[in-house]
């Protein structure tokens, strides 16, 4: 499939060089309350790091002409003068040793802060995603946000920090250098510093092309992650198999892989290329001066060992540049990386407002009125114009075919979604107005899709209020009230049998057992007085159904009950029938006033009761 090129990098990027460290302060101050200890500590290894190399030049050159001035009293003398020689050693040893001592200083600060940072950060991503409206998660915009900052961005704060506190290491180096170079000439502090510009310019550059690349490819990394959990999850597994998907999937794996890999290899191409040529014109100008350095000693206007220590400096002083200027490329892309993290964590949520924990007309139930809703994206709507009042002890059916709107309304009436036009009310409120804590408390809802926790048994119930989780005897009470019970007394660990197959003693259940556990958790909220379940119970046999309806409704008396289900012999129980269509409420009334009606919904029960004859 032919692919667009790469979009401009972003924002970040055309907002020219500079505009892109706007990221720094924040890395800085994210490591600064990680740990500061570790970054003081960090700091100052750092910095001393960075002097201790002009110290052991400077200590080089003093041995050798120590060397020299004793070569010259043996020859002159016989007298053998070692002291100095002996002195000097000494004192390069113990500046070795303590550059070694802060060089493994760092690395531990660093290893350390990078796993506490590591943690901080994935905690920032998913507290934040925890924060984050269901309608989100349906945008693949947005997931490709997500999948970007999950994937690069925990590592940045800290390498960002470590090249900033680099950068800082290796200017020090230089200005000491520069201030035994510069009594060479300041010329060769110039040319120094010059040679090393070209390839930095270039390295830059690249930084933001590997970074425009990273975002373009995020739709297929994500597809990628995709296939990798089509391919190696325990829930697919059967189908891969089944219908001999394997190769297919692999195929395409491949394929990802392969456009992604041929744009990589061009970039590195291009980038060590570059780098090279460029790092050229820096080894012509470290043997230039070189030969001027040596000229300068051959002429006597520099010692011996002066001459090796303004060798070393220039050498030194050359990597010093170019890790610096390596070190701003570094800290460009790392900014960049960055600026994927703070959109991510930038994403608008709605506002937590302190609303009402309690409606004007207590005991008035749930009113929709005048509701319509369009799915963000949809062109068309998937509610239209619906009314509808539900009174405490009222128990409701939904009926409708798949896509008519059902669980569109689910959604509506527990706030997952706000309608498109008009308004749901609670006890009179508008469900906008309500506070979400108070609001949740009231409604207890399973839907088709439920999860299935990888945790215990009884957490898997308990779940379903999550300030009870750990509670057994509402495990016990609500196992009781959702029929789990029986199935619960079954397991040789009861409540504390590790559920799914991810984890070791892991128990699998089946489909209608998984249902049984779903039904109990939405009995865990005590004060629930609505309680909705979205066909959970599919996967069970009609009977088991309705048994459970039955049970649902004796338990839900004085309460609100919402049921949906393709199961007339379940629905024709409820108090209130309600058909959707396209969207469209076409019947509402009980089971009796339906059928005399002789309408849609007569006709499809007719239909389902022949089934059974
Ligand atoms: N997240 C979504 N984004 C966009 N459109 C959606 C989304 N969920 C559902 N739809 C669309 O909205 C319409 C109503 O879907 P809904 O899930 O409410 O149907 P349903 O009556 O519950 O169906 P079923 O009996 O199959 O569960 C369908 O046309 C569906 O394609």
């Keep these: 499939m032919p692919r667009p090129p790469p979009p401009p990098p972003t924002e970040a990027v055309t907002q020219g060089f500079f505009g892109v460290f706007r990221y720094s302060r924040r890395a800085l101050e994210l490591?600064?309350?990680?740990?500061?200890?570790?970054?003081?500590?960090?700091?100052?290894?750092?910095?001393?790091?960075?002097?201790?190399?002009?110290?052991?030049?400077?200590?080089?050159?003093?041995?050798?002409?120590?060397?020299?001035?004793?070569?010259?009293?043996?020859?002159?003398?016989?007298?053998?003068?070692?002291?100095?020689?002996?002195?000097?050693?000494?004192?390069?040893?113990g500046i070795v040793a303590a550059l070694a001592f802060c060089q493994r200083g760092i690395s531990l600060c660093q290893a350390l802060l990078r796993a506490q940072l590591g943690q901080r950060v994935n905690m920032m991503i998913l507290e934040k995603a925890a924060q984050l409206e269901l309608a989100q998660f349906e945008d693949s915009e947005f997931y490709d946000k997500l999948t970007r900052a999950r994937r690069e961005a925990s590592s940045r704060p800290l390498s960002l920090v470590n090249r900033t506190f680099g950068l800082a290491q290796n200017l020090i180096s230089l200005a000491s250098y520069g201030v035994l170079l510069v009594q060479f000439s300041p010329w060769a502090v110039l040319v120094l510093v010059v040679a090393g510009l070209p390839s930095f310019i270039a390295e830059t550059r690249f930084a933001g092309d590997a970074f425009s690349l990273f975002r373009w490819r995020s739709p297929d990394t994500r597809m990628q992650i995709y296939l990798e959990s089509v391919i190696a999850r325990e829930d697919n597994v059967k189908e891969v198999k089944l219908f001999g998907l394997g190769p297919l999937l692999l195929g395409r794996y491949r394929d990802i892989f392969l456009r992604l890999y041929g744009r990589d290899r061009d970039l590195a191409i291009r980038r060590d290329g570059w780098g090279f040529l460029l790092g050229l014109i820096g080894t012509a100008a470290l043997y230039g001066a070189y030969a001027w350095i040596a000229l300068a000693a051959v002429t006597t206007r520099i010692t011996l060992g002066q001459m090796t220590m303004y060798l070393m400096l220039f050498r030194q002083g050359q990597s010093a540049v170019s890790a610096s200027l390596t070190a701003i490329g570094g800290m460009y892309e790392d900014n960049l990386y960055l600026s994927t993290l703070y959109e991510y964590l930038e994403t608008p949520v709605p506002e937590a407002r302190s609303g009402l924990s309690e409606g004007p007309l207590p005991g008035d139930g749930i009113r929709f009125e005048k509701v319509g809703f369009t799915y963000p994206g949809a062109n068309r709507p998937a509610l239209v114009d619906i009314d509808l009042h539900i009174r405490p002890g009222d128990s409701l059916a939904l009926v409708g075919e798949n896509g008519s709107g059902k669980t569109t309304l689910i959604k509506l009436l527990t706030r997952l979604y706000t309608p498109t036009t008009g308004r749901v009310l609670l006890d009179g409120l508008d469900l906008a107005e309500w506070d979400e804590a108070a609001l949740r408390a009231r409604i207890g809802v399973i839907f088709q899709d439920f999860s299935r926790y990888q945790f215990i048994l009884g957490e898997n119930i308990g779940v379903g209020d999550v300030r009870h989780i750990d509670d057994e005897t509402r495990w016990r009470d609500a196992a009781r009230k959702g029929m789990a019970d029986a199935l619960v007394e079954g397991l040789p660990d009861g409540y504390e049998t590790q559920l799914g197959r991810w984890f070791a003693d892991g128990q699998e259940l089946s489909g209608g057992q998984w249902q049984k556990i779903a039904l109990a958790r939405a009995f865990m909220r005590e004060q629930a007085d609505i309680l909705v379940l979205d066909e959970p119970t599919a996967a069970m046999d009609a009977a088991a159904e309705a048994t459970i309806f039955e049970h649902f409704r004796r338990l839900t008396e004085n309460r609100i009950a919402i049921l949906i289900s393709h199961r007339f012999s379940t629905v024709r129980m409820a108090s209130q029938i309600v058909v959707i269509e396209n969207g469209h409420i076409i019947e509402r009334g009980t089971h009796d006033e339906l059928?005399?009606?002789?309408?849609?919904?007569?006709?499809?029960?007719?239909l389902q009761a022949a089934g059974y004859q």
């Design 595 to 606: 059928m005399t009606m002789d309408g849609h919904y007569a006709s499809l029960f007719s």
């Design 31 to 93: 490591v600064w309350t990680t740990h500061r200890g570790l970054t003081i500590a960090l700091a100052v290894l750092t910095l001393v790091a960075g002097l201790l190399p002009a110290g052991i030049a400077w200590v080089g050159a003093k041995i050798i002409d120590a060397v020299v001035a004793a070569t010259a009293t043996w020859t002159a003398d016989g007298v053998l003068q070692m002291g100095d020689v002996f002195g000097w050693v000494a004192a390069e040893a």
